[in-house]
């Protein structure tokens, strides 16, 4: 896989990307059509990253972004009569900004990759996480509001997990921050632990049952 040292950035509001998970986007702003068509051209590398709180008044220019996100292949395009791309992201690696450059239509970053993989002597360890995991999702399976596949490797969930389970956009990009997968296991289930309290603990409305 490419490493290169610019990566065009594709700053959202509300969606953060891991490695190894597959991530659908609509692209319609002419700035992103821009973006996705010089990558169909080049790598096809596109660097996803979370907007910081306040962003809104500064939209069409450049705010402020956080410093980590994640690179992804475009893996699947479906081009649009009207210009606009329906498009299918692979997460690859996570990155570091370093700087911008350039003044063309999108945001172009300087960047360090950082390593997301997982040591030999951490795999034991994450096996056992990853059933710590499983159980305390089980009952969410069991009510069938949310599904945990078992045919993933175990780093390949946990980023599925933080991707795609009901978090806040600043707790998947907390997750997304963490140096190795291990941590971020371990993190996402302090997550879910608490989440879970929280919802066991919170006083529902008078008259209701508990």
Request: aromatic content about 6%; glycine content about 8%.
């Amino acid at each position: 896989m490419l490493h290169p040292s610019l990566v065009p950035l594709f700053p959202l509001p509300d969606v953060v990307l891991f490695p190894t998970v597959f991530l659908p986007l609509h692209v319609f702003e002419p700035r992103y059509r821009a973006l996705v068509r010089d990558a169909l051209e080049g790598d096809r590398i596109i660097g996803m990253m979370l907007l910081r709180p306040g962003w809104e008044d500064g939209y069409d220019g450049r705010p402020p972004v956080y410093d980590v996100g994640c690179a992804g292949l475009i893996s699947h395009v479906e081009p649009l009569s009207d210009g606009r791309y329906n498009i299918v992201l692979r997460g690859f690696t996570r990155f570091r900004v370093e700087g911008e450059d350039g003044d063309g239509p999108y945001r172009v970053a300087r960047v360090q990759w950082l390593p997301d993989g997982v040591a030999d002597a951490e795999r034991r360890e994450l096996r056992h996480q990853r059933q710590r995991l499983e159980a305390l999702l089980a009952p969410l399976v069991e009510g069938g509001r949310t599904q945990v596949p078992n045919n993933l490797a175990d780093d390949h969930l946990v980023n599925a997990l933080s991707q795609y389970l009901d978090l806040e956009s600043i707790e998947r990009q907390a997750l997304l921050e963490h140096d190795s997968v291990l941590a971020r296991c371990r993190a996402l289930i302090n997550l879910i632990e608490m989440k879970l309290l929280l919802n066991r603990t919170t006083p529902g409305p008078p008259g209701s049952a508990h």
